[in-house]
């Protein structure tokens, strides 16, 4: 006999907890209530689910009795002040921020990949960085079949990535530039519209950004294998929706690219848009509001040995984010791990 559960969505208002909403109408999740949980600014608004009005509570260490599942989506700081909270009420936490990825004992999972890490949770589980979700998805198959030795990576990621503020400020800034008026930024230190940041995350002193190197450390996680080599440039664009990566797979043997296109066809979770005599390649405009990741312009890399080049696109707010952790909850369920 199939069992509803009790659901909290952390961060209800913002860009990634709109989408957990969406999604969970789309899935049917096996719902008895749902609570929408943000900001004391936000208490009392009301959302729209299924039909019905939800009334935003404001969070705190009460809001969780009874819960079964939180779904956490605000911020790394308010993270690691509730979720044990909720732990400690009884909750299963699934947390989009950065807070607990690389902590040891917590779970890093994109369920495509390592679905059985679930087995080992201890009330957190983490959702991957955005960039990183999309990423594995689409070389784990590769990996399955032989081991990966290198990845070099730039992301060209969406606005979006940011939060409603900065989709706002590309909309203005857009708007101000073809009207000819002065350019405003709140946002991002440069502007934005009609321009590329190489610049996601606070500089680190070795000269990466903390976007870049979450890419190095949670893949390797992620994959199991710390001597797996990463590198990357994070670059934020003028797009709203949809990351991006042009991604360098070296492999210890030699795979085709007929043969890479074969494995990626039959992949779960992976799109092949690969057509060059069409101009059939993925897109972040046509992945917006999808669920899965695309992959395409694969070719050879000419340049070392057993390489491979990939363009890998996702919706960053649902693959990236709201459809992970909800894919998570949803394997929580099937494998009796709550």
């Known amino acids: 006999m199939s069992k509803d559960y009790n659901v909290a969505v952390v961060g209800a208002t913002g860009a990634v907890g709109e989408e957990m909403l969406r999604i969970l109408e789309e899935r049917r999740f096996p719902l008895r209530n749902l609570r929408v949980i943000a900001s004391e600014r936000s208490e009392g608004r009301v959302l729209k689910f299924c039909g019905e009005n939800l009334k935003v509570e404001r969070l705190r260490g009460l809001s969780f009795r009874g819960v079964e599942i939180a779904l956490f989506s605000a911020g790394a700081e308010i993270s690691k002040e509730f979720s044990p909270q909720a732990v400690k009420k009884g909750s299963v936490v699934v947390d989009n921020s950065s807070a607990f990825r690389m902590e040891s004992g917590v779970p890093l999972v994109v369920p495509e990949v390592n679905p059985d890490a679930l087995k080992s949770h201890q009330g957190i589980i983490a959702n991957p960085n955005c960039s990183t979700i999309q990423l594995v998805v ?138 060059s005599a069409h101009h059939l390649y993925p897109l972040p405009l046509e992945a917006a509001g999808k669920d899965e990741v695309f992959v395409g312009r694969i070719r050879k890399d000419e340049s070392i040995k057993n390489g491979v080049n990939l363009w890998i696109v996702a919706d960053n707010l649902r693959k990236g984010a709201a459809l992970n952790t909800i894919q998570i909850a949803e394997l929580l369920i099937k494998e009796n791990l709550l």
């Open 138 to 275: 689409a070389i784990n198959p590769l990996h399955q079949i032989t081991r990966i030795k290198r990845l070099v990576i730039s992301t060209y990621q969406a606005v979006s990535g940011t939060g409603r503020e900065a989709i706002e400020e590309l909309k203005h800034q857009s708007q101000q530039w073809l009207k000819g008026e002065e350019i405003k930024k709140e946002v991002y230190p440069h502007q934005i519209a009609f321009n590329l940041l190489p610049h996601i995350g606070e500089f680190l002193i070795n000269g990466y950004t903390e976007e870049e190197l979450k890419l190095v450390n949670e893949t390797k996680k992620i994959m199991e294998d710390d001597h797996l080599s990463v590198t990357a440039t994070c670059v934020r664009v003028p797009v709203f929706i949809g990351h991006s990566e042009a991604v360098t797979v070296e492999m210890e043997k030699e795979l085709s690219v007929n043969q890479v296109k074969k494995i990626l066809s039959r992949a779960p979770g992976v799109v092949l848009q690969d057509n």
